[in-house]
Structure formats: C-alpha cells, structure tokens
C-alpha cells in the first residue's frame, strides 16, 4: 500500500493506493485554526492518526519548494520532519518526491514556464478522467502522487476540458 501526501500548512491531502488501484483519499482541513502553533501539531497528528488506519508499506510525499516565505518552509520541514518520523518508528519506506518527478511520471506538463495554477488544474482534470472524481488540488495532488509509485500508464489530458474546471 503506497500513500501519497500532498502537505500544506492549512490542508494537505492524503491518498492510498494498493496494487495500482485507488483505494480512499482524504483532505486534512485545518484552515480554519488561524494559530499556526495550534494548526501544525494538529497537522502532524491528524496525518499520523490517518496513517496508524492503515497497513502502509511506503509513503510518497511531495518535497516542499522554496517557493513561499521562509515561516511557511519551516511549517512545511516540521510536517515532513513528523511525517518521517513517523515511518522510520513503523518500518516504513519514505521517499520524497519532487513536483516535477512525479508529475513526469503521471504524464502531466513540465515547464517552470507555466503557472502553478494551470499545474494544479490539470492534477484536478487528471484525477477527473482518470478516477471521475471531483476533488480539491490538494486532494488531486495527492492522489497523483501516490498513483506515481507505480508503473502505470501515463495520463493524457485532454486539453479542452482543462480550461472548464
């Protein structure tokens, strides 16, 4: 069973896959918690209480980018701090994976040409042919990241439909 995460600050969404298939997502709401030293611990315990509900053999986390003010950076290395633990204390593989890693092996775009909106909508049109889903970027991402872990075929957006999310 491979667990794919997509970690933020104020959601972060957590995917199961076993054997190729999908099996359950969730999305991890705390935006509401304005007190990030309030809203991180309970970050870190609501993803490790989702974890112990499952018999995991690998997580695959995205590895957080430079791309945001040096405070978050430190939220996102506490969550991926708690997260490793995590699997090392249970014996379980972790890898990170970097966005365009993964992306690549989903078959979606990679330009640091386009922008990161145009990227989180088609990981939301992706999830939307490939599983008829309807679900957040957070949720997406997620799903497609732990789908990465295995050698499937590569999803082929179709373009038209991208613009309609």
Same mark, same amino acid.
């Given at each position: 069973?491979?667990?794919?995460? $997509?970690?933020?600050?104020?959601? #972060?969404?957590? *995917?199961?896959? /076993?054997?190729?298939?999908?099996?359950?997502?969730?999305?991890? $709401?705390?935006?509401?918690?304005? $007190?990030?030293?309030?809203?991180?611990?309970?970050? !870190? !315990?609501?993803?490790? =209480?989702?974890?112990?509900?499952?018999?995991? &053999?690998?997580?695959?986390?995205?590895?957080?980018?430079?791309?945001?003010?040096?405070? #978050?950076?430190? !939220?996102?290395?506490?969550?991926?701090?708690?997260?490793?633990?995590?699997? *090392?204390?249970?014996?379980?593989?972790?890898?990170?994976?970097?966005?365009?890693?993964?992306?690549?092996?989903?078959?979606?775009?990679?330009?640091?040409?386009?922008?990161?909106?145009?990227?989180?909508?088609?990981?939301?049109?992706?999830?939307? /042919? =490939?599983?008829?889903?309807?679900?957040?970027? $957070?949720?997406?991402?997620?799903?497609?990241?732990?789908?990465?872990?295995? &050698?499937?075929?590569?999803? #082929?957006?179709?373009?038209? &439909?991208?613009?309609?999310?």
């Amino acid at each position: 069973m491979i667990v794919g995460i $997509d970690a933020s600050t104020n959601k #972060t969404g957590v *995917a199961i896959f /076993q054997d190729g298939k999908y099996i359950e997502h969730i999305l991890i $709401d705390l935006h509401k918690i304005k $007190d990030s030293t309030q809203r991180i611990p309970k970050m !870190m !315990m609501a993803i490790c =209480e989702y974890l112990d509900k499952h018999k995991v &053999d690998k997580i695959i986390m995205e590895e957080s980018m430079l791309t945001t003010n040096a405070s #978050t950076m430190k !939220m996102l290395s506490n969550i991926a701090g708690a997260v490793m633990y995590y699997a *090392a204390s249970h014996s379980i593989e972790f890898e990170f994976a970097l966005p365009t890693h993964w992306r690549k092996k989903i078959g979606l775009s990679q330009s640091n040409k386009i922008k990161r909106d145009v990227l989180k909508a088609e990981a939301i049109q992706a999830v939307k /042919q =490939e599983y008829d889903m309807d679900v957040t970027d $957070d949720e997406a991402e997620s799903i497609l990241i732990a789908r990465s872990g295995f &050698d499937l075929p590569k999803i #082929t957006i179709i373009e038209d &439909d991208l613009w309609d999310i």
